[in-house]
């Protein structure tokens, strides 16, 4: 069912794991999937400096979260912020159509994320443009 | 045993591989006893004989008569046919069916559908064992019920139901009584008699037979339109020239799986107990399905706070194949309608494993499954943000 990127992400997880100190944690769930994903981000100078996630889930929603954090680790907030579930997918080389919807994850818990770190540092949380939500694929 | 090309097959209530024996047994009416057994002729007729002894076969191993017995293309079908069947031919005395919700889908997704033809079903609740209550079938029924079809053995958490109570209630209350007993038939004893029941269907392929084989037991009482309709073989009542290499192959299957149920499944069961003993070692890990009444070859636990999906997977990279009720391995994303029914919470159904022991399965087979699922589950376990810090490592 997966390809050879997605198991190499899922049996030798990147990032795996948790930051003490981290500057920004999103948290999200989809209960329709039973998968739960975390991320936790340390920035400095806008830049995201270390990623780290947990994720509970199938292997499509480990692999993205892994393949998700390689993406962002050393990239410019708002690189990291533009981020999409479907760069993920294509990255892990393709993933199921029924498991695009576990993929879009990595993408709202980095976005969660990168706003806590906003609002922890006093500026606006960036909103949402639409259009990448599950109900889209 | 866990060498380069070989697999633990730890999936056996999905299906078993057929055995030698039946192979063999099947292979000379592929191709020179070709014959179709309605034909006249000397081919004809060695394919006739082959089809009565395999009836003759089934039916001694349930208890029935060999009249009793009609060859159908699985399980699904009989199903089908017994629930369709029984509705259809007994329109004039009511339109009420009574079943479980935890039944396969050959039988759920056959009475929905006759909902939709104008019938009404009762879904009965199951205890957290997923047992269903014989007093709940008695209450259940009304002047206008029909059929009750309550399975003999569930194929996801291996529940063995009280069949002998519920098929006593519906012969004294004169409802016909369906059960599908693809799960429980070459395993456990079954005699259609002592059980008092009216229909019963069984598939070949879960105990060592051929896939696409089914029986559907329908006794002298039951009354019941045919499904398929066309040619007048299996005496008017299931069109279509018969299967007979697989016909072949079933009868083989379960005579065999029959003669051989007490030294096996005592050995089966052993397995199973010591499996289950060393799983439910791991931390926060529970057993699904009833602690005594269950199929001997059924293992069905949920480990807290992972998903089944990548269990399966990890455990597939490990050569070793089962399977899960979580939504996630699903095609239709819910989660297992058997453990719902059984009062889990979707997050505890996510994280479900079945294991099912085959006559393959040895006792190393048991230790190399029990290290691997324990180091699995600790690997998700330390990746999953749902594990309490006591709990990684
Ligand atoms: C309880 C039960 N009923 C029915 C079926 C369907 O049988 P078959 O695969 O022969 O159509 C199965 C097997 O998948 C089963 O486990
Ligand atoms: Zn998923």
């Known amino acids: ?137 | 045993m866990t060498g380069d090309n070989r697999f633990i097959y730890m999936d056996n209530a999905a299906t078993t591989p057929a055995r030698k024996e039946v192979v063999e047994a099947m292979l000379p009416y592929m191709s020179e006893n070709f014959g179709n057994p309605s034909s006249l002729y000397g081919i004809a007729k060695k394919s006739a004989e082959a089809v009565d002894n395999a009836r003759a076969q089934v039916a001694s191993a349930i208890g029935a008569s060999p009249k009793e017995i009609y060859f159908t293309s699985g399980g699904t079908e009989a199903d089908n046919w017994a629930i369709k069947g029984a509705a259809f031919a007994n329109r004039d005395k009511g339109n009420h069916i009574i079943t479980s919700q935890v039944e396969h889908h050959a039988v759920l997704h056959t009475t929905e559908w006759l909902e939709k033809q104008g019938f009404e079903v009762t879904y009965l609740p199951v205890d957290k064992y997923g047992m269903v209550s014989p007093e709940d079938v008695r209450e259940a029924i009304t002047d206008r019920t029909i059929l009750v079809t309550i399975m003999m053995a569930n194929n996801e958490i291996g529940t063995i139901m009280p069949i002998a109570e519920i098929g006593k209630i519906a012969r004294e209350m004169g409802v016909l009584f369906h059960t599908d007993a693809v799960q429980a038939a070459g395993h456990i004893q079954v005699d259609v008699n002592e059980l008092n029941i009216d229909m019963l269907s069984i598939s070949g392929h879960k105990f060592r037979g051929p896939k696409g084989t089914g029986v559907l037991y329908i006794g002298k009482m039951a009354k019941i339109d045919p499904l398929m309709h066309g040619g007048a073989q299996e005496r008017h009542r299931r069109a279509g020239t018969e299967n007979v290499p697989g016909i072949v192959g079933i009868g083989k299957a379960l005579e065999l799986a029959v003669a051989e149920m007490d030294s096996e499944s005592k050995r089966i069961a052993g397995l199973r107990d010591i499996l289950i003993q060393k799983i439910l070692e791991i931390p926060k890990t529970h057993l699904n399905g009833h602690p005594e009444m269950r199929l001997p070859n059924n293992v069905n636990v949920v480990f807290e706070y992972i998903e089944g999906e990548s269990i399966l997977l990890m455990l597939n990279r490990r050569a070793i194949c089962a399977s899960t009720g979580s939504a996630c391995s699903s095609k239709s994303l819910d989660p297992s309608h058997v453990l719902m029914a059984c009062g889990l919470p979707p997050e505890i159904i996510h994280g479900s494993l079945r294991l099912t022991i085959g006559h393959d399965t040895t006792e190393d087979d048991i230790d190399y499954v029990v290290e691997n699922v324990r180091g699995v589950v600790q690997k998700l376990r330390n990746m999953s943000p749902l594990t309490p810090p006591e709990l990684r490592e």
């Open chain 1, 1 to 137: 069912m997966y390809g050879e990127k997605v198991m190499d992400h899922f049996e030798n997880p990147r990032n795996q794991g948790t930051i003490e100190d981290a500057d920004g944690i999103g948290e999200v769930g989809n209960p329709q999937c039973g998968d739960i994903m975390k991320i936790y981000i340390k920035v400095s100078d806008d830049i995201i400096e270390d990623v780290k996630f947990q994720t509970f889930g199938c292997g499509a929603a480990i692999a993205s979260s892994s393949m998700a954090t390689e993406m962002i680790k050393g990239k410019p907030v708002k690189e990291a912020w533009d981020l999409s579930n479907k760069a993920v997918a294509d990255a892990l080389e393709g993933l199921p159509p029924q498991k695009l919807h576990c993929s879009v994850l990595a993408e709202e818990a980095i976005h969660k994320a990168i706003n806590d770190y906003r609002t922890r540092n006093g500026l606006e949380p960036w909103e949402e443009t639409g259009g990448h939500s599950h109900h889209s694929n």
